[in-house]
């Protein structure tokens, strides 16, 4: 077991510390899940075969979103009591989405068994996507990031070898293939 200490920011009550617990503790692999309050921190056990901690980080991403937007909406509120109605108009629009909530499972199942026909082994972890994917994925076209054959992305050392592109292209074309 694998345990870490996170910095959890945004937090503003006992609800939002037992939100991040809850939503921590349900995922898959996780054995433990301690928030304290006042120190703004996470204490998470986890199983690092089974998740990763950029997956518990997107969870905890995910729960504070969803609590800074209500802690705006009750701030809107409160200022148009106290000053008057209208005196906050607040609209929230939904500019990126996580595309897992969109990929239908036998998608990744099919990913998975591109890649071992074509000998490769994935490492499957979440990572940020693409705003253009994760539209297009919530609008009913599933659009996963998979393997491109890039190392050490968004740095100035960021690269792919023409033995890493071919892999990539074998997996592709082992995904078009028609699957049962």
């Given at each position: 077991m694998t345990s870490q200490t996170l910095d959890i920011r945004g937090m503003h009550c006992a609800a939002c510390a037992q939100r991040v617990e809850k939503t921590v503790a349900k995922l898959e692999g996780?054995?433990?899940?301690?928030?304290?309050?006042?120190?703004?921190?996470?204490?998470?056990?986890?199983?690092?075969?089974?998740?990763r901690l950029p997956a518990i980080r997107?969870?905890?991403?995910?729960?504070?979103?969803?609590?800074?937007k209500r802690f705006v909406q009750e701030l809107a509120t409160r200022m148009n009591e106290k000053y008057g109605e209208n005196t906050v108009r607040l609209e929230v629009k939904e500019r990126y989405f996580n595309m897992k909530d969109r990929i239908p499972?036998?998608?990744?199942?099919?990913?998975?068994?591109?890649?071992?026909?074509?000998?490769?082994?994935?490492?499957?972890v979440a990572i940020r996507g693409g705003t253009d994917g994760a539209m297009l994925s919530y609008q009913g076209l599933p659009c996963p990031n998979i393997f491109t054959g890039g190392h050490n992305f968004?740095?100035?050392?960021?690269?792919?070898?023409?033995?890493?592109?071919?892999?990539?292209?074998?997996i592709v074309i082992k995904l078009c293939a028609e699957r049962k």
């Open positions: 996780v054995t433990s899940a301690s928030v304290n309050l006042a120190t703004e921190k996470l204490t998470v056990g986890y199983e690092s075969q089974t998740i997107e969870a905890i991403a995910q729960a504070g979103f969803e609590a800074r499972p036998e998608v990744v199942e099919y990913a998975k068994a591109a890649f071992a026909e074509a000998g490769v082994t994935p490492d499957i968004h740095g100035p050392y960021e690269f792919i070898s023409v033995e890493s592109m071919e892999k990539a292209v074998n």
